[in-house]
């Protein structure tokens, strides 16, 4: 079965095959038995293909998007979570069946454990807000939340829909109904506060909406802004709608419903109908719609590997995305970036930045920054330069990923994975940040462990590092230690961030290894430099008389997960080696407070007390790759997941970088930051 259509949207979504589960092409003058014509929603443009279905005995398919359709906005990533495949009409035309009102009417596969699925479902669709797109700020404006709260009545939600909508006709409605349904809102709620919604759509600035601003009656407030629907819905008693999905989310949210058009969730007891479907005979509970809707009717896609999934997988997608508070500003100030980081800052801030602006650190002071602006600082940085800005302004910190690229940050190498905190930053052990509240707090589900413990082992089956540098070696440590426990002692820059603000008493390179020397006086010491200081772009190089007299061996150019390998254990200050350790079940001792330790998972030579709970491995790998890092995958420049991203990491170390001096070293630094400046000067 070749699935045929005459649209070059569809023939060209490489999503649509997964989730149909057959082949697509494009045309049909090769039509073979047992094939089957596709388009797109009713649109007149499918007529054609209807046709050409029904003249050659060929069944005819109609897609639409998902109830949780994607998980930004298509305008900013066209990449789908979903697909409704209708064998019979679509759900949203009223004016004749569809597989979900058959679904709906016959009940026959209702079951037990499909409804716990589907309470469970809803749940987690109510925690975190979601619905069909996923784009919007989480929380209204200061402006908005004001003018809401400083009404003393109940307060009602009218949605409009872009003009045209084909489901606004087929459900049984007109242009004329959001008249009606205006008016009604503001007759049958003499005291309320009346919000009207905006379609999405028309704040992209691709399509029009039914109700024009200066038409609205004085009581009528609109509400332009770009928010998620539960973060308006938790602000209203009422809604109404014609044909709007945001009348299935405000149920979901627990909101009585009046529709002025017969939407899929119409017509089964669980809205206020305006109109009536005679179709539609059963009584329905929201649970039931729901498992119907988004589990039967709905097909579900991993939109980063491209690999069909169920409805709790593509929900695991689109929690983890919200599960640490996310950058939303009208405009992000981003404080003393160098030119190179420039060009890649903005695909990191995510959906709730509309602009990002590029200040120098003196001239902050007299930048103008909103009330619903924010700023964001690299690390630790510029610090001082923030001292006079007002309290309230978000202030966030961007640093490298825990898988960042195939070569050296300071060689320019653009990366593919950062962080963002609002609270701190992961490796200044003295106060408190997202990640660690995140461990400390969140309730982490088996499937949250799952996925984890997936990663875990993605990650030693690639042999993947941060930087994935140096040349595989073949390397016996043990056959040389005589019998004696190797640690292999990860070097790090002394002026590293993470030492400055994470080290506690051992402070240095010489510091550490003489440390481990002292406490493991019999052992057979490695010691590995950082690879910022072999490159020469960084400072750390430890006294000759230190190395004698602490290290067995030093190691340069090798590859840190080939250490690993060679190894009984690591001793480190805060290196992010650290924790690649444990991911290969070795035992480690820290001197400082980085972030994986006082999670009872290493031993730990300083104390913190923020800290203290006992947390599996897999909860700390969750938490820190798919919660806590925002990946990029830079082919297409959209997000990625963790599992993608290692992925291509490891098919990029298979060729390690070989460290490079002199000229050619040079030449390439220069290449590349010409490259990143017009990028950035672009922009």
Not at 55 to 62: D, K, P, T, V
Not at 325 to 353: C, N, Q, Y
């Amino acid at each position: 079965m070749i699935a045929r259509t005459l649209s070059a949207g569809i023939a060209g979504d490489p999503l649509i095959p997964p989730l149909l589960g057959v082949a697509v092409k494009k045309g049909v003058a090769d039509t073979a038995p047992g094939d089957v014509i596709v388009g797109w929603g009713a649109k007149d443009n499918t007529r054609k293909a209807r046709d050409f279905a029904a003249g050659n005995g060929l069944a005819y398919w109609c897609l639409e998007d998902g109830f949780l359709g994607y998980l930004s906005h298509p305008a900013d990533d066209p990449r789908r979570l979903s697909l409704i495949v209708d064998k019979t009409g679509i759900y949203y035309d009223a004016t004749a069946p569809s597989d979900l009102e058959r679904l709906l009417n016959d009940g026959d596969w209702i079951t037990d454990a499909r409804l716990s699925r589907a309470r469970a479902a809803l749940e987690r669709i109510r925690q975190w807000g979601l619905s069909k797109y996923n784009h919007g700020a989480s929380a209204l404006s200061s402006v908005l939340t004001k003018r809401i709260s400083d009404h003393k009545g109940p307060v009602v939600l009218v949605v409009d829909q872009t003009a045209g909508d084909l489901s606004i006709p087929l459900g049984l409605a007109s242009a004329r109904s959001f008249d009606a349904m205006l008016a009604a809102a503001l007759d049958e709620n003499p005291d309320a506060l009346v919000l009207i919604k905006t379609h999405p759509d028309v704040l992209a600035g691709k399509k029009h909406g039914h109700y024009r601003i200066a038409d609205l009656p004085e009581r009528a407030l609109p509400v332009t802004e770009n928010c998620t629907p539960l973060s308006l819905l938790n602000h209203v008693d009422r809604v109404y709608v014609v044909t709007s999905q945001m009348g299935f989310d405000a149920l979901v949210a627990g909101k009585p419903v009046t529709c002025f058009g017969m939407p899929f969730y119409a017509g089964w007891g669980v809205t206020d109908d305006r109109q009536t479907c005679p179709r539609r005979t059963a009584r329905r509970t929201l649970v039931e719609l729901a498992a119907a809707a988004l589990m039967e009717y709905a097909r579900y896609v991993n939109p980063y590997d491209g690999r069909p999934c169920e409805l709790e997988d593509a929900l695991d997608l689109l929690v983890a995305e919200r599960q640490l508070p996310r950058p939303e500003a009208v405009t992000l100030h981003a404080v003393g970036f160098s030119l190179w980081k420039r060009g890649f800052v903005a695909h990191f801030t995510g959906r709730g930045i509309a602009r990002v602006r590029f200040v120098t650190p003196e001239k902050l002071s007299r930048h103008a920054v909103g009330p619903d602006d924010a700023v964001l600082v690299w690390g630790r940085k510029h610090d001082d330069s923030l001292a006079g800005l007002d309290p309230t302004v978000p202030v966030w910190r961007m640093e490298d990923g825990f898988i960042r690229s195939v070569g050296l940050g300071s060689d320019l190498a653009r990366p593919a994975s950062l962080i963002l905190d609002r609270s701190g930053i992961y490796y200044d052990g003295r106060y408190p940040s997202d990640l660690e509240t995140f461990l400390k707090t969140h309730v982490f589900s088996d499937r949250d462990l799952a996925r984890g413990e997936k990663l875990i082992g993605m990650i030693r089956e690639s042999r993947i590092s941060k930087y994935n540098v140096g040349s595989r070696a073949r390397l016996d440590w043990r056959g040389r230690s005589g019998g004696r426990t190797v640690i292999l002692v990860p070097g790090q820059v002394d002026s590293d961030a993470s030492i400055r603000f994470g080290a506690v008493g051992v402070a240095s390179n010489a510091d550490l290894l003489q440390a481990v020397r002292a406490s493991a006086p019999d052992a057979f010491i490695v010691f590995k430099p950082h690879p910022d200081v072999v490159s020469g772009n960084r400072r750390g190089a430890v006294p000759e008389d230190v190395l004698a007299a602490c290290a067995d061996t030093v190691i340069v150019d090798a590859d840190i997960i080939d250490c690993l390998d060679a190894a009984d254990a690591v001793h480190t200050m805060t290196s992010l080696t650290g924790f690649e350790a444990l991911l290969r079940d070795m035992p480690v001792t820290v001197y400082g407070l980085p972030f994986y330790a006082g999670w009872g998972l290493t031993e730990d030579r300083a104390v913190c007390d923020r800290r203290g709970r006992t947390l599996p491995l897999a909860a700390l790998v969750y938490a820190l790759l798919a919660v806590y890092a925002r990946n990029v995958d830079w082919r297409s420049g959209l997000p990625t997941s963790p599992e993608v991203l290692v992925a291509a990491m490891a098919s990029a170390a298979a060729h390690p970088l070989k460290a490079r001096h002199g000229a050619m070293d040079q030449l390439m630094r220069l290449i590349r930051k010409f490259r990143f400046f017009m990028h950035a000067a672009l922009r």
